[in-house]
């Protein structure tokens, strides 16, 4: 399985931006992106994906390196609602190689806002 | 409904008892995805779905637990036998395909409590 790294956590006061980093050299061509965050006492929530190009939603912004070997989770104004904790997953393939798109989870970034 | 609603949100049941957790995917989507959370834990994969099969079973912790889907649509996941390791946040997931590029919704959770 591709694995991603990302920091234990990380604070932000509210109102400023945020960029969450995510490192995966070991993705592969085919691989997509994706970020989930989750509330407290909630299901995780889907933010943002995408493979190549960088990707803007209502959310967030998706900045992808030009190799693929890193990406940014920018938040451009957090707010108290923002805090959770922050998961970067590449979706899977299984061993014959068709994708099925296991969204595997890794401890994820613990994200403080500071009112 | 519009989300992925997942039923009991509670369940507190003896220890050796056996259990069943419902999921009601969001109408039209193909992939089903059933994941744990223990206290303080990460998100842990057990089965997924694609259709009524399961091509992924490899999460299930042991034959104690089991999973079926009926229609494309409804998935129970059953634990027998519960012990008190099994206490934990059973989430269930569901993606319109079985493909890295979609998004996938989660429900709020059962939380299973074995005593």
């Known amino acids: 399985d591709a694995k991603t790294t990302q920091p234990n956590s990380m604070e932000s006061n509210e109102e400023e931006p945020v960029h969450l980093p995510c490192n995966h050299s070991?993705?592969?061509?085919?691989?997509?992106i994706h970020w989930y965050r989750q509330l407290p006492s909630q299901g995780p929530e889907y933010v943002i994906h995408?493979?190549?190009s960088n990707v803007n939603n209502r959310m967030a912004s998706l900045a992808i390196a030009e190799d693929r070997k890193s990406s940014t989770l920018i938040l451009h104004r957090a707010t108290l609602r923002d805090a959770a904790v922050y998961y970067c997953?590449?979706?899977?393939?299984?061993?014959?190689?068709?994708?099925?798109?296991?969204?595997?989870f890794g401890q994820g970034t613990i994200l403080t806002v500071h009112p | 409904g519009a989300g992925v609603s997942q039923s009991p949100s509670n369940k507190v049941t003896e220890k050796g008892k056996d259990v069943e957790l419902r999921c009601d995917p969001i109408?039209?989507?193909?992939?089903l995805y059933w994941y744990r959370q223990s206290l303080g834990q990460g998100l842990e994969f057990l089965i997924y779905?694609?259709?009524?099969?399961?091509?992924?079973k490899s999460g299930l912790p042991s034959d104690r637990f089991s999973a079926e889907r009926t229609g494309g649509s409804v998935s129970t996941l059953t634990i027998q036998r519960t012990q008190q390791e099994d206490s934990a946040v059973y989430l269930c997931?569901?993606?319109?395909?079985?493909?890295?590029?979609?998004?996938?919704?989660f429900g709020q959770g059962t939380r299973l409590t074995v005593v």
């Open positions: 997931a569901s993606s319109l395909a079985v493909s890295r590029n979609t998004e996938a919704f």
């Open positions: 070991t993705i592969s061509g085919t691989d997509y």
């Open positions: 995408g493979l190549t």
């Open positions: 997953i590449l979706r899977d393939v299984d061993a014959g190689g068709t994708s099925y798109g296991k969204l595997t």
């Open positions: 109408s039209g989507h193909t992939a």
């Open positions: 779905f694609q259709g009524n099969s399961a091509p992924d």
